[in-house]
């Protein structure tokens, strides 16, 4: 199998149930979790503008974009994920139906993984994950 097959797979026409954040974001999806370094959305600016405009806790936030984020994750909580695109980088993006998207990207630098997929949530180096993209163009299948 390939890695977009594997992610269809297991992630197609499930939802996030659950999720949580710390040094990485953790989406739970069916019957696995989605680790990931970094989420990204087309809306996050539009989110953060709202949120620091009327929430002023919120300029004095040490994990700022960690909001807008949140509430992004948690408005495509029980979602039909729709379709999964997986680019020649290992760009994870999800599609929610009703037109959302959520992107995991490879590119964060300060790290020496980017996302995997697993049964516990745990990092990649914890448990042996179903699939790992450690770098940009560098993903691990576990064969077992």
């Known amino acids: ?7 269809k797979n297991n992630l197609l026409g499930e939802s996030i149930t659950f999720f949580s954040v710390s040094d990485s974001w ?5 019957e696995f979790y989605l680790v990931a370094q970094n ?9 953060e503008k709202a949120i620091n405009d009327s929430f002023e806790l919120a300029k004095h936030t040490v994990d700022k974009e960690y909001i807008s984020k949140s509430a992004i994750v948690s408005s495509n909580m ?8 997986l680019d020649i980088k290992y760009n994870l ?6 037109g ?15 996302w995997c997929i697993n049964k516990s949530g745990a990092d990649p180096y ?3 994950s179903l699939l790992t993209c450690f770098w940009e ?8």
């Open 126 to 128: 914890s448990e042996k």
């Open 93 to 98: 993006t999800l599609k929610f139906e009703l």
């Open 78 to 85: 029980r979602k039909e994920i729709i379709d999964i695109e």
């Open 26 to 30: 953790t989406l739970y999806i069916g």
């Open 1 to 7: 199998m390939t890695p977009i097959e594997i992610l």
């Open 137 to 144: 163009g560098e993903i691990e299948m576990n064969k077992e």
């Open 39 to 47: 989420i990204i959305s087309d809306d996050e600016k539009v989110i």
């Open 100 to 114: 959302s998207n959520l992107l995991i990207p490879t590119n964060e630098d300060i790290v020496d993984w980017q």
